[in-house]
């Protein structure tokens, strides 16, 4: 198999690669090689043609050092998802062949042990229990904004056993991971009622993914509402505010630490799998979960560095995705 992948997808010895060498903001790090060695597979592992990335919040903050302690030796490549062609594979992986598009969160744990070589590369390696196959239905960019944000979405909803008939308060809701938990909380776990905050430019995206109420953060304080909610999905770093709209025995579960979490709210973070995306291929086919890209992406390979700065912004609606590569 992996001969015929040599033969069949030429794969060359060197890539073009976003590497960083030392700890830092992006644009003083984050350089564009030209001549970066294409890495092998290890025996779980496929090599992935990558055609689309997408970036997340932590890429940036893993540049800067935030998780030097736990991190990979330097130099290295960036970036958690992707969407390519599998052209290579190891010895033991059973589930995918050469030619297979595929698509997944390559850093299974998202804080340590990161991978030198991520996704803002030519050429990735992959375990095979970190991918699925692409639903038909997806482009490699909308394939590529899933993967870390729907998972991150879905385990955190079934960590903390969100079920049918359950009401649901989204902070954040035009996020990667907000626009995800709405659209699942409301059309894979059968939500009683879904809201959900945002800036007032992203209230209509709120509704068309499936919020029954968009509240505008600046003009409303959420938990003034009358209703209380089972469950309060914190992707803004408000654990304590949220706790004053829970009901009895519901609920608060944040995904960020850029402010401390106010017991008994409590933080989660992805252990990322190719089994949720396979679970969920049948709802992304049907379009009950579709892939929310911001309108500006999106970005060439080689304006990485300007999509990372967007990113930092905090102003994406949904994913900002890299494509093509190259």
């Known amino acids: ?114 991978k030198q070589t991520g996704s803002l590369a030519e050429y990735t390696p992959v375990e095979e229990r970190l991918l699925a196959l692409k639903p038909k239905n997806l482009s490699f960019p909308e394939a590529a904004s899933l993967p870390l944000v729907v998972e991150t979405a879905y385990q955190g909803l079934e960590r903390y056993r969100f079920s049918a008939g359950k009401s649901i308060l989204v ?47 600046n003009k409303e304080n959420y938990e003034d509402l009358p209703e209380k909610f089972d469950l309060v999905y914190d992707i803004v770093g408000e654990s304590g505010r949220a706790l004053k709209t829970l009901k009895e025995g519901g609920s608060v579960l944040t995904i960020t630490r850029s402010k401390p979490v106010v017991p008994p709210a409590t933080f989660y973070l992805l252990t990322a799998t190719g089994s949720i995306l396979k679970k969920l291929k049948p709802f992304i086919e049907e379009e009950k979960v579709k892939p929310v890209i911001d309108p500006k992406s999106p970005y060439p390979f080689s304006q990485t560095i300007e999509a990372i700065s967007y990113v930092e912004t905090g102003r994406a609606a949904g994913k900002v995705v890299i494509y093509p590569i190259p």
Do not use: C
């Not at 059968?190 to 800036?199: L, N, P």
């Open 1 to 114: 198999m992996a001969t015929s992948a040599t033969t069949t997808f030429n794969i060359p010895s060197k890539m073009k690669a976003w590497v960083y060498s030392q700890y830092g903001k992006p644009e003083d790090v984050l350089k564009l090689e030209t001549d970066v060695a294409v890495p092998d597979v290890k025996d779980d592992q496929v090599l992935i043609k990558v055609v689309a990335a997408a970036l997340n919040p932590i890429d940036p903050k893993r540049m800067s050092g935030l998780f030097k302690a736990t991190d990979s030796p330097l130099p290295a490549v960036p970036g958690y998802d992707v969407a390519g062609v599998v052209v290579k594979v190891g010895s033991k992986v059973k589930e995918f062949k050469v030619g297979d598009e595929v698509y997944g969160d390559i850093q299974e744990h998202a804080l340590e042990n990161q």
């Open 171 to 217: 902070l954040g809701g035009a996020s990667g991971v907000g626009s995800s938990v709405i659209q699942l909380a409301k059309h894979v776990f059968g939500a009683s009622k879904v809201a959900a905050t945002s800036s007032s430019g992203k209230l209509e995206l709120l509704k068309s993914l499936g919020a029954d109420l968009a509240i505008d953060y």
